[in-house]
T-cell receptor
Framework: SQQGEEDPQALSIQEGENATMNCSYK?????LQWYRQNSGRGLVHLIL?????REKHSGRLRVTLDTSKKSSSLLITASRAADTASYFC??????????????FGQGTRLTINP | GAVVSQHPSRVICKSGTSVKIECRSL??????MFWYRQFPKKSLMLMAT?????????EQGVEKDKFLINHASLTLSTLTVTSAHPEDSSFYIC????????????FGPGTRLTVT
């Protein structure tokens, strides 16, 4: 079943403003990851936050995780036109040893207006 | 590092033919590769998981005889769409992971399949 539902589905802001996207999920997770996808392209891994972490930073990105609420947020500060893309959260459930199956949310289409 | 390629990037085929898509990890050995399907403006749907040297594990609702997956080496997995129909038109994305890579998957650039 799908989990990792995101809101808003679409977000349009002015360059320089901050963009916040939220993700909710339903089951216990090992970690939660955020990805970016430019139109018609593959996914780029942005950041991974483990279930025992509450906040993580990477450059202009800030991710929070609240396991009690089963939710996560991605904040992009000082947005740039080049940040225009779709952003997906993905939750990971561990499958025995080895790589984890990811379940993706529906994504947020972010548009940064110059 | 951790680069994944897909070939072809775009393919157009006629109904009833088969199409093979390749996914390669270029600078690491991928013990596991995943195949996803994405409809326009939609999320990624996991189709199957393949481990090198073993049969792929398909997600519920995915026809294994229609979407043949082979993971013959640690750097190559192939997805063959057999007897393609227009409804198979989609964006197919692979990802690759390696045990010990801290749970991260690295995604290929995707293949746009159009069946006419």
């Amino acid at each position: 079943s799908q989990q990792g539902e995101e809101d808003p589905q679409a977000l349009s802001i002015q360059e320089g403003e901050n963009a916040t996207m939220n993700c909710s999920y339903k089951t216990s997770i090992n970690n939660l990851q955020w990805y970016r996808q430019n139109s018609g392209r593959g996914l780029v891994h942005l950041i991974l936050i483990r279930s025992n972490e509450r906040e993580k930073h990477s450059g202009r990105l800030r991710v929070t995780l609240d396991t009690s609420k089963k939710s996560s947020s991605l904040l992009i500060t000082a947005s740039r036109a080049a940040d225009t893309a779709s952003y997906f959260c993905a939750t990971a459930e561990r499958r025995g040893q080895g790589a984890q199956k990811l379940v993706f949310g529906q994504g947020t289409r972010l548009t940064i207006n110059p | 590092g951790a680069v994944v390629s897909q070939h072809p990037s775009r393919v157009i085929c006629k109904s009833g033919t088969s199409v093979k898509i390749e996914c390669r990890s270029l600078d690491f050995q991928a013990t596991t590769m995943f195949w996803y399907r994405q409809f326009p403006k939609k999320s990624l749907m996991l189709m199957a998981t393949s481990n090198e040297g073993s049969k792929a594990t398909y997600e519920q609702g995915v026809e294994k005889d229609k979407f043949l997956i082979n993971h013959a080496s640690l750097t190559l997995s192939t997805l063959t769409v057999t007897s393609a129909h227009p409804e198979d038109s989609s964006f197919y994305i692979c990802s690759a992971a390696q045990w010990g890579m801290r749970g991260e998957q690295y995604f290929g650039p995707g293949t746009r399949l159009t069946v006419t």
